[in-house]
C-alpha cells in the first residue's frame, strides 16, 4: 500500500512539474528509498533515507551516478543485473517490477524489497525505484528454504566487520551454531566474545530454550559453585529457601560460562563431573538431577599455558574445547573501525534523539591510528563520550576521549615499530601533494579498489580523500 501511495504521488507530482518545489521535501521524509532514473538508470534524483539508511552515505560523499546491480545481491546470493532487468520489463511490455533483494553498504546487508515503475514508454521515460527495509522480517528468511542464509544476516547486524579475520569467525559461528559440541571462545577483553556466544545460541537448534550467563569472575567460589549448582534449604548459614542453579536452569539449551579461566581447582573437578555424567548435586544434598545443556565458555587468558602450569585441568580443558573460536583484537582490523563507528553513531542517535552524521576526517584518522587496548569496547565508550561532547552534526577530535591522543596508554603494551608499520600499512604510500592532490596511478587505485570489494568508501577512507575525490579518479581512469 505504501509503494501504490508512494508511486501515485510522485507521478502527480511529476506530471504537474510541482515535485522539484514541495514534492522533495516530502519525498525526502517518506520512510523508503525513492530513486528516479532516466532509461540509462543514470540518477535523477535520490532521496535522503536512501543516502543515510539504505546506502550509508556521508553528507559530503556524492551517489553513485547510476544505479547499477553492483550494490544488489540476488536471494542466491549473486549480483542484480539491473540493466538486464529493465531491459527486460520493457521488451516484455511490462512497466512495473518488484523483487527482493540483499543491499549492500559499508555497514553489512540489509534486506530490502525493490519496486520500480516506469514513467512512460518514450525516450524520455523515466524510471521510479522505491526501496523498503523489510530487515526486521528475519525470522521468515531464516526459516526459509531459499539459498540465502537468514543466519549470515543476522550475523552481520550482530558482529560488525568486513575483515577477512570476521568472515572466518562469521564461518566459525555457523559451523558451531549446527553442532551440539561444547566450545571456547577465546579473546582480549572487549573482542565481542559474549556476542559470538549470543550469536551461536540463536542460531542453534536450542534457541528456543533457555540461555543462561555466569561470569565466573564476579562470584567468590563458595559463592558460585552454589549459582551453579543450587542449594538446598539449610545446605549453609543464609540457604532459607532451595535454590535451582544455573546448569539446572540450562536444561535443553545453553550455558555460557564467562571467564572460566578464574574457577577454583574444586569446582573444575565438579564441573567435569557435570560434562561427563550429565548430572547435577545441588550443594547440601547428594539427590542426582539429569541435565541437558550446551557450554560454551569463554576467556581472556591463554588457558593452555595455565594447564602447563598446573593452574587448571588438562582433561576440563580438553572437554571444553572441543571447537575454539578466536576473535581478533580490533588492532589487526583496523579498516573496521569505520563501519563500527558508524554503527554506534546510528546507535548513540537513536538513544540520545540527536542527529550527528559521523565523525570528520581527522577524528577518524585518530581513531584509525590508536592501539585500541580495550577493542571494540573502548571504541564504542569513546563514540559514547564523543555523544555527551558534540555540538555539530560531526564529531570531531576533541569531542573524543583525552586519552586517544596520548602515545602511550595506560595498562597496555604500546606496538614496537614493525607492528606500527604493519598497522598503517599501505597507507603511507598514498600522500597528497600540497596542492591538495593524491598522486596515484591507475594499476595502484585499482588495486586498493580490488582491496576494499570495489567498496568506494571505504577505499576513499583508506587513501584519505573524500568519496568524491575517488569518484572524481575513477572516471578520469575509466575504471
Known sequence: MLTLLIFLFIFVMYVKDIYMISGARIIDSMPAGIIITDTRLRIKHINAFAMDHLFRLNPDDAPDPVLSGERFLTIDRQVFNMHGCMENMVSDGKRTFSKTLILRNQMGELLVHLSVKQFSP??????????????????????????????????????????????????????????????????????????????????????????????????????????????????????????????EEAHKGTLFLDEVGEISAGLQVKLLRVIQEKTIERVGDNRPIKVDMRIIAATNRDLYELVKEGKFREDLYYRLNVFSIHMPPLRERPLDIPLLCNHFVDRFNYLTGKQVKGLDNEAMRLLMDHYWPGNVRELRNAIEHAFVLVQSSLIGVYDLPPNLFKHEDSGATEPDEAKKAAQQGERQLFRKTRGGRLPISREKLQQVLEQHDWNQTQAAEYLGISRVGLWKKIRKFEL
Open 122 to 247: 518514450s525516450e524520455d521515460a523515466r524510471y521510479l525505484f522505491v526501496i523498503t527495509d523489510i530487515s526486521d522480517e528475519m525470522d521468515c528468511v531464516t526459516h526459509s528454504p531459499d539459498g540465502f542464509s537468514g543466519k549470515e544476516f543476522v550475523l552481520a547486524k550482530t558482529i560488525i566487520g568486513k575483515d577477512q579475520k570476521i568472515r572466518d569467525v562469521y564461518r566459525k559461528i555457523l559451523l558451531a551454531a549446527d553442532s551440539m559440541a561444547n566450545l571456547m571462545i577465546t579473546g582480549e577483553s572487549g573482542t565481542g566474545k559474549e556476542m559470538a556466544a549470543d550469536a551461536i545460541h540463536r542460531l542453534s537448534e536450542r534457541k528456543k530454550n533457555p540461555y543462561v550467563k555466569v561470569n565466573c569472575a564476579s562470584l567468590s567460589e563458595s559463592l558460585l559453585e552454589s549459582e551453579l549448582f543450587g542449594h538446598v534449604k539449610g545446605a549453609f548459614t543464609g540457604a532459607t529457601s532451595n535454590k535451582t542453579g544455573k546448569i
